[in-house]
């Protein structure tokens, strides 16, 4: 048999096996139990998180021989026709390819018979933003009163496309975006069950990566498979990805809170001598200092799968918050000046040194030789102790100063005088001078 994509081979097959999408399975279990079903459906979300797997899901527990239920038996010849694309009673419709009041009128025109197999027609219109104003015209009077037969499964990934009158004859549930943790998990068990070696570190990239979608982390399973010869490397991924490796930014960050331009512009230039990705490098700057940023107010909020948590844990105890702000906004504003600037090593150059600029380390002037060769003494306590588990609670190492320190009296200057103010004679006033 030739090879299955993941994506295609782990599509869950039951409501249970849905990953993030608690709040529309409860909803459809309690319906199907209680025989409350509406005529039409309309699921929403971007690509990848499970729009399309829950409506074929839900026309595979309308259907199921064994009778209406929120879990399918998956043995029957509906259940297996079903799974396998070739049940007749399930017509599914690409608006993309489809998008003329034909196709429409050839549709409803077919609606009046009933099923041939199952215990209801269903259709199953993907992408329906993409009918035309006219199809969705014609679509309206089946759409709000269709025969008992029918069901309606729409799916799009932009609803505000969709006209008023569509939105209200339908149920909507919009699918969320899943956390990078849930994906992780699941790549890691899907990882398991192929037995493929894999580390760690590079699911939580490809994870990261996906963006919420647990298609798109399947499809960069398959390819850093490839790229590892059967295993998922960290390093391969990193490649892959063309991610900013968390090394440099750790140095990077260290360079700053050292107020050291030298070594900062020789890890830029260092940088742009592979294969740069200038606006993906500030992105990362700026994904950084938000980690750090809330892990020095939140310590709770490390999360220790990230591939940053160890510079993160090194770092937040010598960067101030205001310190932090300034580099989170020098990196935005280097991704909207990239277009316009000559260069994109002149842009990292003058955004870097902007960072170091505007830093708020010593509001008199540029940092102090002592002062910076106190803050590498505490980067390096800090790095030292950064293999322990997360702090629980704040850390008592001391942040850069976020101001001048006060002033103290120097001994060799005599005090001056205070200026007194005079005082009017008893019994008179301001008004009488």
């Excluded at 909207?336 to 380390?361: E, G, I, N, V």
Aim: with cysteine.
């Amino acid at each position: 048999m030739s090879y299955q994509a993941l994506a295609r081979k782990w599509r869950p097959s039951q409501f249970a096996e849905l990953v993030g999408q608690e709040h529309v399975v409860r909803v459809l279990t309690h319906a199907l139990e209680e025989d409350r079903l509406h005529h039409a459906y309309l699921f929403t979300g971007t690509r990848g998180v499970g729009k399309t797997t829950v409506a074929r899901l839900l026309a595979l527990c309308l259907n199921c021989v064994e009778g209406t239920t929120a879990s399918s038996c998956g043995q029957c010849d509906a259940c297996l026709d079903l799974r396998a694309g070739r049940f007749v009673d399930l017509v599914e419709i690409d608006a993309a390819s489809h998008t003329g009041v034909d196709n429409i009128r050839t549709l409803l025109d077919n609606a009046q018979f009933p099923p041939v197999r199952g215990r209801y027609k269903i259709y199953l219109i993907d992408e329906v933003h993409m009918l035309s104003k006219a199809a969705f015209n014609a679509l309206l009077m089946t759409l709000e009163e269709p025969p008992e037969h029918i069901k309606f499964l729409l799916a799009t990934t932009d609803p505000s496309r969709l006209p008023v009158t569509i939105l209200s004859r339908c149920l909507q549930f919009h699918l969320r975006n899943l956390d990078p943790s849930l994906i992780a998990s699941r790549v890691e068990q899907i990882l398991n069950a192929e037995k493929i070696p894999f580390e760690s570190a590079g699911v939580n990239r490809i994870a990261r990566a996906a963006a919420g979608s647990m298609r798109d982390a399947l499809s960069l399973v398959d390819q850093a498979i490839g790229l590892g010869e059967g295993r998922v490397l960290e390093s391969e991924v990193t490649a892959m990805l063309g991610v900013v490796d968390a090394d440099l930014l750790e140095k990077m960050f260290t360079a700053l809170a050292e107020d050291n331009a030298e070594s900062l512009l020789s890890l830029a230039d260092e940088y742009m001598a592979g294969t740069p990705d200038v606006d993906a490098l500030f992105s990362a700057m700026a994904s950084l200092a938000r980690q750090i940023s809330l892990v020095s107010r939140v310590p709770k909020a490390l999360d220790k799968r990230d591939p940053s948590a160890k510079a993160v844990l090194k770092l937040h105890p010598v960067l101030s918050d205001e310190a932090l702000q300034v580099y989170y906004q020098a990196a935005l504003s280097g991704r909207k000046d990239l277009p316009f600037a000559p260069d994109a090593t002149t842009c990292l150059h003058m955004t870097l040194l902007r960072m170091l600029a505007f830093a708020p380390l010593l509001k008199l002037g540029k940092t102090s030789s002592a002062s910076r060769k106190n803050i590498s003494i505490a980067l390096q306590d800090s790095a030292s102790s950064s293999g322990s588990a997360a702090p629980n609670g704040p850390s008592s190492t001391p942040k850069l100063p976020n101001s001048a320190s006060p002033s103290v009296a120097d001994p060799s200057k005599p005090d001056l005088p205070k200026a007194t103010v005079a005082q009017p004679p008893a019994g008179t006033s301001v008004a009488d001078k």
